[in-house]
């Protein structure tokens, strides 16, 4: 796209914004769109485009008939595909089938959540429900398997199709055959019955696992009540109070929030049961083995082996760490210095902010989100030729006002998908940052033109006030490039097949190219370019930059270590069945891989929701966070913003989605194929002290 193509389209697409008063710089349009109250133009004439321009939805009701749509054009192509002879056009109609359903099911999933009209998210999880009760259908149709099996069977055919269309075409197989499809009747309607009964216990454990627990008020001291929701007689408590400064409150707070439950503790060991009989009915020997299946790690024994080593390459300085903690405890409370669970979270942050001062209202000013957004526009410039373009949604495009819409821009490609940036706080919105994959991109056949990938990235970040635009804190700045992260691996994808698109990717690969972004969020070449004070324009210094960074490896070893503990945990879980408890396995897994003392009465199982949509891969953040940091250190350590890396790392990383081999993909970037004691050095040197902080401190 030329400059004045670029031009036209910001002029044609540019939103109306109410500035929030600034004294001094001046932000680019995209930056000037994040640090402003939108300013809505009334017209009363101006029509309802349905939300995401889908027309239908300019009303709860309209979910209904996107659905019937949906369902009726799965029957035109069910009977195509089942008619036709085997040849590539099976795996087209097989990802038409697919994406017809995932359009109308993850446009769903996201409004369920995220929109504040109750009737929209009721309708929203209706549709959910009745699509996935048709997707378990066409999971378990053998006419439909069977046409896609005479393709993978002819051998002539299939040595004629591309290898995308050869790996899409063997994981839809994939997906018949963990659903039972090779099995008899009997064992096939098993097999449906257990998929059935998963839905039910993992809503169940789900729901439960966020639900606060209560206590009597007369239980714990007064004075401690105002830390605590009141329920009438009884005092609240729905997390851990693991920020709170007064150790009794962390304690008393991890004891009620983490005492078992005993109908959430049985809804999880039948969850755990049932994952092991479907794996096992299946042809799988656990869950593990199951989910790992075409993922870079790829077996149970390799997770294990994995963070087994570790562990073991961590043990000094975790212990180490430890001690520090100790130290610290008894400095604070000489009358209780037995280093407790509850007290690491809080202790490594007392121990960071004491030693590099990275108070976070001291960052705040520098980092705005006009600024920020700036400088991730500014990023992807350099690195990929992108733009982020701020467009003025239709009406009824957005589910709030103050939902910000992106289109993404290539140099030469032209418009790559769009990105609707829904980052602020309301009430009923889920605290969590996430990316939801609205529509995957995907060559349309029928069209001749590329479906253009559209994604929400979803934050929690504080309104703009009428003297100052929202400031982010240091860690909600690396949550924003985290977030983008995935965002870009969405829009920079261009593969054939929807199936495999974006993020849709191994799990221990997808959270790669999130990581690497925050390794850009702390480099101050990268930093330096956005962060500014949004009253005096003065730059963010680079030794405040600097002492952040070096923050994190405080006590760096401990908290991998726990990271290392969840890991293992799940592992365990979903292993072969041990015949004891889940409490009796934490108890054991917690002193064999964290070594601070379980709590009787406690159950932290019941708190892990990451079993559910992480079952078996939690592990997948640290390995994740090992190829980064090779990615990282390898390719752009030396200069972040080299635009010949940035379009290898597009073209060897990004691009595919999941149509690639995950270890194929990192080995075509780093030239050489990483081992498990690789991925385990990177993540232990990343806790090596920078000495050139202590000097650039002590100048400071």
Request: charged share 20%; proline share 4%; net charge neutral.
């Given at each position: 796209m030329s400059a004045c193509k670029r031009l036209l389209y910001f002029v044609k697409h540019r939103r109306?914004?109410?500035?929030?008063?600034?004294?001094?710089?001046?932000?680019?349009?995209?930056?000037?769109?994040?640090n402003a109250k939108p300013y809505r133009?009334?017209?009363?004439?101006?029509?309802?485009?349905?939300?995401?321009?889908?027309?239908?939805?300019?009303?709860?009701?309209?979910?209904?008939v996107a659905t019937d749509r949906a369902l009726r054009n799965t029957e035109l192509l069910l009977e195509k595909v089942c008619s036709s002879s085997p040849g590539a056009q099976t795996v087209e109609t097989f990802d038409q089938l697919s994406d017809g359903l995932c359009k109308v099911a993850d446009l769903a999933d996201f409004v369920k959540v995220a929109h504040p009209d109750p009737a929209f998210r009721e309708a929203a999880e209706k549709t959910c429900v009745e699509i996935g009760t048709v997707v378990e259908k066409l999971n378990t149709n053998v006419e439909l398997c069977r046409s896609l099996k005479d393709l993978l069977e002819n051998q002539d055919i299939m040595a004629q199709l591309d290898p995308n269309t050869r790996r899409v075409a063997e994981l839809f197989m994939f997906d018949f055959e963990i659903s039972g499809i090779h099995l008899d009747e009997k064992l096939r309607k098993k097999a449906v019955a257990l998929h059935?009964?998963?839905?039910?216990?993992?809503?169940?454990?789900?729901?439960?696992?966020?639900?606060?627990?209560?206590?009597?008020?007369?239980?714990?001291?007064?004075?401690l009540h105002l830390h605590f929701a009141s329920e009438g007689s009884f005092i609240q408590v729905g997390g851990l109070h693991a920020d709170s400064p007064d150790d009794l409150v962390r304690e008393i707070a991890y004891r009620i929030y983490l005492y078992p439950n005993a109908d959430l503790m049985e809804c999880l060991e039948e969850l755990l049961k049932c994952r092991y009989k479907l794996a096992k009915l299946v042809g799988y020997e656990s869950y593990a083995h199951r989910a790992l299946k075409g993922t870079m790690a790829k077996t149970p024994e390799t997770v294990m082996s994995f963070l087994q080593l570790l562990t073991d390459k961590l043990s000094d300085r975790t212990e180490k760490d430890f001690q520090i903690m100790r130290d610290m405890k008894k400095k604070l409370n000489p009358r209780n210095s037995e280093l407790m669970p509850w007290d690491h979270p809080f202790l490594s942050g007392v121990l960071r902010a004491e030693r590099y001062n990275i108070e976070p209202s001291l960052y705040s000013p520098y980092l705005s989100l006009g600024?920020?957004?700036?400088?991730?526009?500014?990023?992807?410039?350099?690195?990929?030729?992108?733009?982020?373009?701020?467009?003025?949604?239709?009406?009824?495009?957005?589910?709030?006002?103050?939902?910000?819409?992106?289109?993404?821009?290539?140099?030469?490609?032209?418009?790559?998908?769009?990105?609707?940036?829904?980052?602020?706080?309301?009430?009923?919105?889920?605290?969590?940052?996430?990316?939801?994959?609205?529509?995957?991109g995907r060559f349309c056949q029928e069209t001749g033109q590329y479906q253009l990938p559209v994604v929400v990235l979803m934050l929690s970040l504080p309104h703009p006030t009428k003297s100052a635009p929202t400031l982010l804190t240091p860690g909600m700045m690396e949550n924003l490039f985290h977030e983008m992260g995935h965002?870009?691996?969405?829009?920079?994808?261009?593969?054939?097949?929807?199936?495999?698109?974006?993020?849709?990717?191994?799990?221990?690969?997808?959270e790669v190219p999130s990581?690497?972004?925050?390794?850009?969020?702390?480099?101050?070449?990268?930093?330096?370019?956005?962060?500014?004070?949004?009253?005096?324009?003065?730059?963010?210094?680079?030794?405040?930059?600097?002492?952040?960074?070096?923050?994190?490896?405080?006590?760096?070893?401990?908290?991998?270590?726990?990271?290392?503990?969840?890991?293992?945990l799940d592992q365990i879980y979903h292993g072969k069945p041990q015949n004891r408890s889940t409490t009796d396995i934490l108890k054991e897994m917690q002193q064999k891989f964290y070594r601070l003392p379980y709590t009787p009465n406690t159950a932290w199982q019941l708190r892990f929701s990451h079993l559910i949509g992480y079952g078996a891969k939690y592990y997948s953040y640290l390995m994740s966070r090992a190829v980064a940091s090779m990615v990282w250190k390898q390719c752009f350590v030396e200069n972040p913003l080299n635009r010949d890396m940035g379009e290898r790392y597009r073209r060897e990383m990004l691009a595919h989605g999941g149509a690639k081999e995950p270890m194929l993909m990192v080995e075509g970037m780093l030239q050489r194929r990483p081992t498990i004691e690789d991925f385990v050095d990177a993540l232990v040197s990343e806790l090596n002290p920078n000495f050139e902080t202590f000097l650039m401190d002590s100048e400071s």
């Open positions: 109306i914004w109410k500035h929030v008063g600034r004294n001094v710089t001046t932000w680019s349009p995209v930056g000037a769109a994040f133009r009334l017209d009363l004439f101006e029509k309802n485009v349905g939300l995401f321009g889908v027309s239908e939805l300019s009303s709860p009701a309209g979910f209904q059935v009964k998963l839905l039910d216990l993992n809503n169940e454990f789900l729901v439960g696992s966020h639900m606060p627990n209560r206590i009597a008020r007369s239980a714990i001291p007064e004075h600024a920020c957004m700036e400088g991730l526009n500014n990023l992807f410039s350099q690195l990929y030729g992108v733009m982020l373009m701020s467009e003025q949604p239709s009406a009824g495009e957005v589910w709030t006002d103050d939902v910000r819409k992106l289109a993404v821009v290539h140099e030469t490609e032209g418009l790559l998908g769009y990105i609707y940036c829904d980052f602020f706080h309301r009430q009923d919105k889920p605290r969590q940052d996430c990316h939801f994959t609205i529509r995957g965002a870009m691996h969405s829009m920079l994808g261009r593969t054939r097949y929807q199936h495999i698109t974006g993020t849709r990717c191994a799990t221990d690969f997808a990581i690497l972004m925050e390794y850009f969020a702390t480099d101050y070449r990268v930093v330096s370019q956005f962060a500014r004070h949004y009253q005096t324009g003065q730059p963010l210094p680079e030794h405040m930059v600097a002492r952040l960074c070096e923050s994190k490896k405080v006590c760096g070893a401990a908290d991998t270590q726990l990271q290392i503990f969840y890991a293992v």
